[in-house]
């Protein structure tokens, strides 16, 4: 089955400390794979994306997310949080049809940054 | 440049009722596609559309239809609607392959009482 698994549906963490968000891919799923940020109220914002290339990748506000392809998996990482990161944050994966694409998405993970 | 945008932000419906969501995407872009978000969910893929035919279909039910315009700007019709249907519905576009990032609207709130 095409599904991409968010592990943490809440992820608490202090002003300045680091933060790890867990995400899981079927095998189905492409490599091409996503973070997106959403505040609230509002559409998504893309933070970083996986295409092919580095297995590190880098994206806005700090965030970054290291491709796992024997462990099926793109955790996002920022070594140090700030208030302002505090948002609803989703992983997906394109699945594939032809020349086509749609995203697949994980359940969400709420990343709540503490003072 | 404007991005994707969505209109109406918010809207009220009743059950039974028919709506029409709208969105224009992000220029140069000729792709769109509309995800359903219920609340405290991840978005889900209802359908996509290219060169004003729907290329790609999620598992959702023929209440809910679309349409693009050769201005590539598109449409989202949801009939008979029921209260699970209240939802954010997000547009996004991108521009041919799935390899390009997708640019997603601020959404449409429905409620449906």
């Known amino acids: 089955a095409q599904s991409v698994t968010q592990l943490d549906s809440q992820v608490p963490v202090f002003e300045e400390a680091p933060v790890e968000l867990r995400c899981n891919y079927s095998?189905?799923?492409?490599?091409?794979l996503f973070w997106y940020v959403q505040y609230p109220n509002q559409g998504l914002q893309l933070l970083l994306k996986?295409?092919?290339?580095?297995?590190l990748v880098k994206g806005i506000n700090g965030f970054e997310a290291e491709f796992n392809k024997s462990q099926t998996s793109f955790h996002l990482r920022k070594p140090s949080v700030h208030i302002s990161d505090t948002a609803e944050y989703f992983c997906?994966?394109?699945?594939?049809?032809?020349?086509?694409?749609?995203?697949?998405f994980g359940q969400g993970t709420t990343l709540q940054v503490k003072p | 440049d404007a991005g994707v945008t969505q209109s109406p932000t918010h809207l009220i419906k009743t059950r039974g009722q028919q709506v029409t969501l709208r969105c224009s995407p992000k220029?140069?872009?000729?792709?769109v596609s509309w995800y359903q978000q219920a609340l405290g969910q991840g978005p889900q893929f209802i359908f996509q559309?290219?060169?004003?035919?729907?290329?790609q279909r999620g598992n959702f039910p023929d209440r809910f239809s679309g349409h693009q315009f050769p201005n590539y700007s598109s449409e989202l019709n949801v009939n008979a609607l029921l209260l699970g249907d209240s939802a954010l519905y997000l547009c996004?576009?991108?521009?041919?392959?799935?390899?390009?990032?997708?640019?997603f609207g601020q959404g449409t709130r429905l409620t449906v009482v």
């Open positions: 559309y290219y060169e004003e035919e729907e290329r």
């Open positions: 996986y295409l092919s290339g580095s297995t």
């Open positions: 220029s140069g872009h000729d792709t």
């Open positions: 996004a576009s991108n521009q041919g392959t799935p390899r390009t990032e997708a640019f």
């Open positions: 997906a994966g394109s699945v594939l049809s032809g020349n086509t694409g749609k995203l697949i």
């Open positions: 095998s189905s799923v492409s490599v091409y």
